[in-house]
């Protein structure tokens, strides 16, 4: 039974990895950007919402209403000078940008604020309440409502990049920025409006991650970026419902390490991680070998 | 390489092509005078400054690896951590094992170089960001795999026996001069590296990867032999910071930190250049040593010069200086005199412009 308790955990916490993951994904799909930034912008979002909460004293599940317009706005100006800029002078110089901004945020949070751990306090409401099924297995209701909204943004996102005019412009310039911008499409504003969806959904895997457990100025790198990317080379790179499900096995694989030995919990994600690298590096869904 | 032979042909029609525009025998001396000074150190200075010069050496010898792989290969690695920790853990066991620390120095080197194939086989499969975060994670496995031998400190580490014979001020000379070693030999491999072949094969894949390959350069080749290099280069260095901070914690070595240090270095000095790490790794350590006391700010400075450097000045501090001076203490790259200017060559600084005919050095990227 303890087993069947790690495996739908892990599924549960695999919800949340895909949020970490949904950013990374976007914005290498359409800007071919890897943030290595990504991981602390999550961590600056849940920074953010930390102070909001502190300020206005709104409950920590409603912060993402002020924080995910703050994060996108970010995003969008991020995406237009620096990762812009960056993007022009190619790949590598991208790289090491984002790489420098990853730094410069991690070293800063910890200048400015400090390296203790903090979490988004959710206070009493039913959130923080948990069901049981039989007598061992018990689901936290905010992890099940993660791996909703987790479920949301990827249906939404899909919906969105499929339906909407929007949607439709960010595909045509993921897919030839050329032959779109020779259609009229602004290709730069586009990528503006990508980043900042992109770090929407960061923020709220900020908010999430703050308030399922503790954050502090390393977990951006040690914790969201790793896991985000391992997601999304399990499931495969450039598919969204590859990314859950990628998500999922990470915490499965996650939860069934920590149930041999506590310490194992990590360990045991990144060896599947590596594990999918070495047999099927194409990721668990996609058809064929990325390059 | 059409380049090359084409003008030793014709170098018998007045052209001749040099490696570089001044005598390189000079270049040679003053390195070897260098060397020489440095190595007179210990005996001169005290061994505070000896201590900080060595932890100058690891990284000089992590940024030029460093570049070597992103500078040159293409391969931007941030895991070049896992490198420097199994350096050091290398050192340790063999410490353990009774083996003297400075003699297990080279094994841990190539027992680095030895583990770097099967990882290069799996990180290989990935391009350009995801490469870099996969060897991320891949130093992160490794050390969580690691900690899980309390035989060698696991997860708090341990300090490093078989150094306790020695006299204090004796260690510390020691340990400097290894620091040297290791340092010099890394650069002498870098400039041999690229002034060989596969200088060549790496400067034409920088320079167009698709015509590189038709015409039969072997990229995957050239390239895991850099990533091996470098691991060598990474694990030689991790195996001196063992030496010199005599204790080996698990988040010290593997923290993304030093590939932050390396990578920074390199950009500030000039990614593509030999004399960029060297001037880069000095650079940090200047900053390192006047910002200490406000901690991690030497860090958010070095990231934001980096940043800037990088989006404005691609080719870093040496090549403003290669630009204005043409100097080049590590040439690698040809000069192809042409019958005029080399009639008046020697005549005056502004007067002649030589023109290179092959350009190992970081150029633009496709």
Redesign the interface.
């Known amino acids: 039974m303890a087993w069947v308790n790690a495996i739908i955990q892990g599924i549960l916490t695999g919800g949340l990895y895909a949020l970490f993951a949904c950013g990374l994904s976007l914005m ?1 799909g359409v800007m071919k ?2 943030n ?1 930034a990504h991981g602390d912008l999550a961590v600056i979002g849940a920074y953010v919402a930390l102070g909001v909460i502190t300020v206005t004293h709104i409950p920590a599940l409603w912060s993402f209403v002020i924080v995910v317009p703050i994060m996108a706005l970010l995003g969008y100006v991020l995406q237009r000078t ?1 990762i812009q ?2 993007l022009d ?9 984002t ?3 990853s ?2 945020i991690e ?2 949070l ?2 400015f604020i400090n390296a203790d751990s903090h979490s988004l306090g959710v206070g009493e409401s039913i959130v923080t309440g948990s069901f049981s099924i039989g007598s061992q297995i018990q689901i936290a209701y905010l992890l099940l409502l993660i791996f909703a909204v987790a479920v949301v943004v990827l249906l939404g996102l899909q919906y969105f990049l499929s339906v909407s005019r929007y949607g439709r412009m960010i595909r045509a310039v993921a897919d030839d920025q050329e032959a779109a911008q020779l259609s009229g499409i602004d290709y730069r504003h586009v990528f503006g409006i990508a980043a900042a969806i992109a770090f929407g959904t960061v923020a709220l895997a900020g908010i999430a991650y703050g308030m399922y457990s503790q954050f502090s100025p390393t977990t951006g ?2 914790t969201i ?2 896991f985000a ?2 997601a999304v ?1 399990i499931g495969g ?1 450039g598919s969204l419902w590859g990314t859950l499900l990628g998500g999922i096995v990470l915490g499965v694989a996650q939860q069934i390490g920590a149930q041999i030995n506590q ?1 194992n919990q ?2 045991a994600g ?2 599947v ?2 594990l999918v ?2 047999v099927r ?1 194409q990721g668990l869904t996609a058809r064929r070998a ?2 | 390489m059409s380049v090359v032979t084409d003008t030793s042909v014709r170098s018998e029609e007045n052209f001749r092509v040099t490696r570089s525009r001044r005598n390189v025998a000079w270049t040679g001396a003053g390195a070897l005078i260098v060397v020489v000074v440095l190595a007179l150190f210990p005996y001169i200075v005290y061994s505070g400054t000896t201590s900080l010069m060595v932890q100058g050496f690891i990284i000089v010898t992590l940024a030029s690896m460093w570049n070597l792989l992103a500078g040159y290969a293409g391969l931007v690695s941030v895991g070049q951590q896992a490198f420097v920790g199994l350096g050091a853990y290398f050192v340790l066991i063999l410490a353990q094992h009774s083996l003297s620390p400075f003699g297990g120095l080279p094994v841990a080197a190539i027992g680095c170089g030895v583990a770097a194939v099967p990882l290069w086989w799996l990180v290989s499969r990935l391009r350009s960001g995801y490469f870099a975060i996969a060897t991320w994670v891949l130093a992160t496995t490794i050390m969580l795999f690691i900690e899980k031998f309390p035989s060698i400190g696991g997860g708090t580490g341990m300090s490093l026996p078989g150094l306790s014979g020695y006299d204090p001020t004796l260690l510390v000379a020691y340990t400097y001069w290894i620091g040297l070693a290791v340092t010099v030999l890394a650069l002498v491999t870098v400039y041999v590296m690229l002034r060989g072949r596969i200088g060549l094969v790496l400067t034409a894949v920088r320079d167009d990867e698709v015509a590189a390959r038709s015409s039969g350069a072997r990229v995957g080749l050239a390239r895991m032999l850099v990533f091996v290099v470098a691991a060598i280069g990474c694990g030689a260095a991790g195996a001196v910071l063992a030496i010199s901070q005599l204790i080996v914690q698990p988040g010290a070595v593997f923290t993304v930190q030093w590939t932050a240090k390396m990578a920074f270095a390199v950009v500030i000095g000039g990614l593509g250049t030999i004399e960029g790490p060297i001037l880069g790794a000095i650079i940090y350590m200047i900053l390192q040593q006047t910002l200490q006391s406000y901690n991690a700010w030497y860090l958010i400075v070095l990231g934001l010069i980096a940043v800037v450097v990088a989006l404005f000045a691609r080719r870093g501090l040496w090549g403003l200086v290669d630009d204005h001076l043409h100097v080049r203490l590590f040439p690698v790259g040809y000069w192809l005199w042409t019958p005029e200017s080399s009639g008046r060559r020697g005549s005056g600084r502004r007067g002649i412009r030589p023109r290179r005919a092959s350009q190992h050095r970081g150029g633009r990227h496709s």
């Open positions: 290498f950007v890897v290595l620096l800029a960056a002078r190619g790949v590598l110089i991208t790289l090491l940008v790489f420098g901004l730094v410069v070293s800063g910890l200048q790198t040690d970026l790793l990317f391992a080379v790179l310490s990590f360990l990144y060896l991680f590596l690298l070495a590096p990325q390059s």
